[in-house]
């Protein structure tokens, strides 16, 4: 029977050279203040949104949701009508992922490796690149299978992914919570969360059937899935918060090996390097 710890302390990391939060961070944030409607000004409330972000950013349009449409008038009339705006820039158009009172509050995110046997999850400072809390714990799903071709097997029976993809989605919530709590953040205030590993724990978490990944020519779903809403794969964050899975090479050769090629500057190596993830 395996003891379960879990770790609460913020690792003393430094913020990697180069870090240009202008330029690296795809999530942005505008305050913008609008004249109230009048008898004289009928613009509906998304459309003056709209242009008092143009004016702002340049921005002029956003892909927004139905929630986010039904409240948005009495955010903006709670707000008197100055409001920030937090959007993701790598879609197009941009997709809006919440609209507050004018805030000048930390932008979250959140960076999470799944690992086989251990998931951490680590809370970051997106203006910045700190790191600002870390949780890590056993990978629930080590009780359906120690290692990935055990979990392809029970995934391709009587139901069996969709429960590993639950048990290893309990997994990030649980330490999402503990990092969050340790640097008193609500968790959903965490407005993306960028993801690492192999390409089987990917295809679990995902809800992607991973049986090719076992058999000849052994292929993959996807080496880089698309960007997904939270909401959409019950994280426990921002709904809209965007969740980055970061690209895998081949069927073995997953997203854990490529961030640590790209990490350790192997990359930029001009020596012939090997890169050993034990």
Excluded at 96 to 111: D, F, N, V
């Amino acid at each position: 029977e395996r003891r379960l710890t879990t770790e609460h302390t913020a690792p003393e990391v430094e913020v990697p050279a180069g870090y240009n939060a202008d330029y690296v961070q795809t999530i942005q944030r505008a305050t913008v203040q609008m004249s109230p409607p009048t008898m004289d000004d009928q613009t509906d409330d998304w459309e003056r949104l709209l242009t008092a972000l143009r004016v702002e950013t340049g921005v002029d349009r956003l892909n927004t949701s139905l929630d986010q449409l039904r409240s948005l008038g009495a955010t903006l009339r709670e707000a008197d009508w100055k409001v920030s705006v937090t959007f993701d820039t790598t879609c197009e158009p941009p997709c809006l992922i919440r609209i507050e009172p004018a805030s000048e509050a930390t932008l979250w995110g959140l960076a999470i490796d799944i690992g086989t046997t251990t998931v951490s999850v680590w809370l970051v400072d997106l203006s910045s690149g700190e790191v600002k809390a870390q949780a890590a714990d056993y990978n629930r799903q080590i009780a359906r299978g120690e290692d990935v071709i055990s979990r392809i097997i029970y995934a391709s029976r009587n139901g069996g992914g969709e429960e590993l993809r639950t048990l290893v989605l309990e997994s990030i919530n649980t330490l999402t919570r503990a990092a969050c709590a340790q640097a008193e953040v609500a968790p959903e205030a965490v407005v993306k969360a960028t993801l690492s590993g192999n390409s089987t724990m990917m295809h679990l978490f995902l809800g992607l059937p991973p049986q090719s990944i076992r058999l000849s020519p052994f292929i993959t779903a996807a080496n880089q899935p698309p960007p997904v809403r939270a909401g959409e794969l019950g994280l426990a964050i921002h709904p809209r918060a965007t969740v980055d899975c970061l690209p895998g090479v081949a069927s073995y050769v997953g997203s854990d090996i490529s961030a640590g090629v790209v990490s350790a500057g192997l990359s930029a190596a001009e020596q012939l390097t090997l890169f050993l993830d034990v």
